[in-house]
């Protein structure tokens, strides 16, 4: 075919590039955006090699001061740890010791159990979180069983749920957990009120923290269900990365 035969179908041609470019770019827009690291679900969040800290955050903020994180997930490899919250602050984010300021929808996952406050100050170390501070309108705290966990029998504690103003876990002491201000336990069959305790996850133990300098020793409180004995998993319903802790029995008379 000759070139001036060939002419009359350039300007076809040009059109119809031009209009396969706009519905392509039309359909990019219209096309939800990539969720690399939804917070919400922690098949999208990227891989972590096992034993390094792993983060994901709506946005950051380096200043000379402090590093600045809201919509944070804090996830380590190889794991249960997770971390998240709406804001984060850190002097430092090397994660062989620093400590970080959470506020907004704290919520914290670790292999013993799981944590939730309005705002929580916790501190890593070797990539490990090795206490932390939880404040909250309560805050909450809700032990896992361990895997194949049968019920609790006689006196025995079965797993542990609960809430109080402050409730500071400490993992060097072996997995302990306080729990100090209006402080309520359950475990399905027992619950217990009062100003404060110490429950040692490993032990499974639990007992009144001394008051402070100054002030009386609160009486105890609490129930005893007869015959009751606490099924597997009970007080841990709900678990998982987005579950929010749920609040222990009712408190008696």
Known sequence: MSASHAQPWLPVALLLALALSVAVRAADEAAPPRADCDPERETSWPPCRTGTLCWCAGDVEYRRDKVILNDLVLYQGGSPLLVRAKRAETPSTDTADSTWNLSGGVRSRLAQGQL????????????????????????????????????????????????????????????????RGDVQLYDGCKDIHGDGFVYNLTQKSLKSLE??????????????????????????AGAGAGAQSTAPAPRSP
């Open 116 to 179: 939730a406050a309005d705002n929580a100050t916790v501190h890593f170390e070797a990539s490990s979180l090795t206490a932390a501070m939880f404040d909250g309108t309560p805050a909450t705290f809700e032990e896992t069983p361990a895997p194949g966990s049968a019920g609790a029998a006689g006196g025995a504690l079965g797993n542990v749920k609960g809430s109080a103003h402050t409730i500071e876990y400490d993992n060097v002491a072996g997995g302990e957990v306080r729990l």
């Open 211 to 236: 008051p402070v300098a100054g002030s009386g020793r609160e009486r105890i409180r609490g129930t005893f269900q007869q015959k009751c004995r606490p099924a597997a998993g009970a007080a841990a």
